[in-house]
């Protein structure tokens, strides 16, 4: 069973960074798509990046692209995303989200659905 656990949120002034990351285990992590989301209160869960399996197509959201980074190491099962020139309403629930047929025929969209997620990590972003 596929495993993701998130790090490295906290809390960070605006123009600030962060680097989140993501430990995937219990299947071989080169045959996965990986993806952030993140769920602001009250809002719904959005896609903020995706990466393909060997990182040559990458995909960020307009509010991030620019400012993000997403990056993922094949020989740690890690992926990460860097985040600079933080926003307020970059402040979030950041999820890290994995799945095998994301770029393929029956899944074509690296935007999603993915089947496995972490807990996620809390992001702050204050003013």
């Known amino acids: 069973q596929v495993q993701l656990v998130e790090s490295g949120g906290g809390l960070v002034q605006a123009g600030g960074s962060l680097r989140l990351s993501c430990i995937f285990s219990g299947r071989t992590f080169v045959s996965y798509a990986m993806a952030w989301f993140r769920q602001a209160p009250g809002q719904e869960r959005e896609f903020v990046s995706a990466i393909s399996r060997l990182s040559d197509d990458i ?22 995303l860097q985040m600079n020139s933080l926003k307020p309403e970059d402040t979030a629930v950041y999820y890290c989200a994995a799945d095998p047929r994301i770029g393929y025929y029956s899944k074509p969209n690296y935007v999603g659905p993915y089947d496995y997620w972490g807990q996620g990590t809390q992001v702050t972003v204050s003013s």
């Open 59 to 80: 995909y960020y959201a307009d509010s991030v692209k620019g400012r993000f980074t997403i990056s993922r190491d094949n020989a740690k099962n890690t992926v990460d």
